[in-house]
T-cell receptor
Framework: NAGVTQTPKFRVLKTGQSMTLLCAQD?????MYWYRQDPGMGLRLIHY???????AKGEVPDGYNVSRLKKQNFLLGLESAAPSQTSVYFC????????????FGEGSRLTVL | GDSVTQMEGPVTLSEEAFLTINCTYT??????LFWYVQYPGEGLQLLLK?????DKGSNKGFEATYRKETTSFHLEKGSVQVSDSAVYFC????????????FGDGTTLTVKP
C-alpha cells in the first residue's frame, strides 16, 4: 500500500527559484494538508484542502500556494523561494475530519541557499 | 485558539524504565486526541488515539487516557525498549475546524541499553 507519497524527497534551491512539491494519496481521502516542520517548533499548517477543487490557508501560508485539481493530489508551490523556507515539508491526509487519524508522507527536505 | 503543550525534552531513559510524557490541551468543544510517533528520517505515524472523554487509547504497550477534567492526555509505557527511541507528538483535532490538527512541539525520547 502506497498511502501518501511525496516527491521530491530532497531539493536544494537558490533564493528566488520556484518549485512544486507533489503529494499523492491512494486512500480516497477528502482532507489533505501541508505542514512544515522546523526544529523546536512542532508542525505548522501551511495550507489545507477539504475536497477536490478547494483550498484554504493555514497558520503559515505566506510565500506558498496550493492546488487540488484532482482528489488524490495536493500540490504545494513556492513561487520565489527564500532561505526562511528551508524546512522539512510533510503532506498528510485523513478520511474523517474529527476522529480520523492523519496519514503522513515521508517528508520532503528543502534547502534554500 | 486551540493549543497543545507537551513536556519538554529531550528525555533519556534506560531500557525497561517507566515512561511518562505529559500533554495538556486547550480547546473549545470536544476534540479528538492523538499521539503520533516519528522515527528518524520518517514521517509521523499514529501511535494511539482517543475520541471522547475517559477513553483510553493503547498500542504497542503505550497508553493514554483522555481526561477532560484536567484537559490532559499523558502518554505512558511501563517498560521502554531501545526501539522506542523517537520523537513523540501530542495532537488534537476538531471536526468543526475542517479537521485541522494542532500539534505539540514534540518530545524526543532516547532509550539506552
Amino acid at each position: 500500500n502506497a498511502g501518501v507519497t511525496q516527491t521530491p524527497k530532497f531539493r536544494v534551491l537558490k533564493t528566488g527559484q520556484s518549485m512544486t512539491l507533489l503529494c499523492a494519496q491512494d486512500m480516497n481521502h477528502e482532507y489533505m494538508y501541508w505542514y512544515r516542520q522546523d526544529p523546536g517548533m512542532g508542525l505548522r499548517l501551511i495550507h489545507y484542502s477539504v475536497g477536490e477543487g478547494t483550498t484554504a490557508k493555514g497558520e503559515v501560508p505566506d510565500g506558498y500556494n496550493v492546488s487540488r485539481l484532482k482528489k488524490q493530489n495536493f500540490l504545494l508551490g513556492l513561487e520565489s523561494a527564500a532561505p526562511s523556507q528551508t524546512s522539512v515539508y510533510f503532506c498528510a491526509s485523513r478520511h474523517n475530519a474529527n476522529t480520523g487519524e492523519l496519514f503522513f508522507g515521508e517528508g520532503s527536505r528543502l534547502t534554500v541557499l | 485558539g486551540d493549543s497543545v503543550t507537551q513536556m519538554e525534552g529531550p528525555v533519556t531513559l534506560s531500557e525497561e524504565a517507566f515512561l511518562t510524557i505529559n500533554c495538556t490541551y486547550t480547546a473549545t468543544g470536544y476534540p479528538s486526541l492523538f499521539w503520533y510517533v516519528q522515527y528518524p528520517g520518517e514521517g509521523l505515524q499514529l501511535l494511539l488515539k482517543a475520541t471522547k472523554a475517559d477513553d483510553k487509547g493503547s498500542n504497542k504497550g503505550f497508553e493514554a487516557t483522555y481526561r477532560k477534567e484536567t484537559t490532559s492526555f499523558h502518554l505512558e509505557k511501563g517498560s521502554v525498549q531501545v526501539s522506542d527511541s523517537a520523537v513523540y507528538f501530542c495532537a488534537l483535532s476538531q471536526g468543526t475546524n475542517a479537521g485541522k490538527s494542532t500539534f505539540g512541539d514534540g518530545t524526543t525520547l532516547t532509550v539506552k541499553p
